[in-house]
T-cell receptor, first 113, second 114 residues
Framework: GNSVTQMEGPVTLSEEAFLTINCTYT??????LFWYVQYPGEGLQLLLK?????DKGSNKGFEATYRKETTSFHLEKGSVQVSDSAVYFC????????????FGQGTELSVKP | DTAVSQTPKYLVTQMGNDKSIKCEQN?????MYWYKQDSKKFLKIMFS???????INETVPNRFSPKSPDKAHLNLHINSLELGDSAVYFC?????????????FGSGTRLTVV
């Protein structure tokens, strides 16, 4: 079945540093891929998505490219801010299972001033 | 106007009690979900309803019973609460059942069983 693996955290960066959070997946077919963000004490919010190979999703300075050849969907941001401190989840749907999303284990990002 | 709203936000209760969590969405979505997030932030699906019909029922103890009176509401009732039920419970909604649109999440209900 479909699965997703994220790099483990926590990740601690200084403000304005470059961010990469790795996500790799196994999937039947070519499902949409998602990044969600969870700020402290809040629910998950959709950060960006890509629906087919070579698509690039982007939002709030974050980007991720759907790479079929490496089965990856790494999240990047060129210059992080303190306000980006949160937990980030990579996700994709299970194949043919009623819209069920499988989430990676989450990567906690802490950005220091 | 909150898109997916859950109540209550916090719930502290004793072992053995019965409690309910309510969820409502005003997005016009036809599919709703309950997810459980443990202390390590791991998310696991519990149930899903599409147009009031149960379509996903993971291996969840039968002390947990979802109810969907209409496609905008999905409630979760938990009987005989146990310490291990302590977690954050998230409601979510989406268009259809293909998973291609992603979800909109509520802000969560933090359940603490003492």
């Amino acid at each position: 079945g479909n699965s997703v693996t994220q790099m483990e955290g926590p990740v601690t960066l200084s403000e304005e540093a470059f961010l990469t959070i790795n996500c790799t997946y196994t999937a039947t077919g070519y499902p949409s891929l998602f990044w969600y963000v969870q700020y402290p004490g809040e629910g998950l919010q959709l950060l960006l998505k890509a629906t087919k190979a070579d698509d690039k999703g982007s939002n709030k300075g974050f980007e991720a490219t759907y790479r079929k050849e490496t089965t990856s969907f790494h999240l990047e941001k060129g210059s992080v801010q303190v306000s980006d401190s949160a937990v980030y989840f990579c996700a994709l749907p299970y194949y043919n299972q009623g819209g069920k999303l499988i989430f990676g284990q989450g990567t906690e990002l802490s950005v220091k001033p | 106007d909150t898109a997916v709203s859950q109540t209550p936000k916090y719930l502290v209760t004793q072992m053995g009690n019965d409690k309910s969590i309510k969820c409502e969405q005003n997005l016009g979505h036809d599919t709703m979900y309950w997810y459980k997030q443990d202390s390590k932030k791991f998310l696991k699906i519990m149930f899903s309803y599409n147009n009031k019909e149960l379509i996903i029922n993971e291996t969840v103890p039968n002390r947990f019973s979802p109810k969907s009176p209409d496609k905008a509401h999905l409630n979760l009732h938990i009987n005989s609460l146990e310490l291990g039920d302590s977690a954050v419970y998230f409601c979510a909604s989406s268009h259809g059942t293909g998973g291609g649109y992603g979800y909109t999440f509520g802000s969560g209900t933090r359940l603490t069983v003492v």
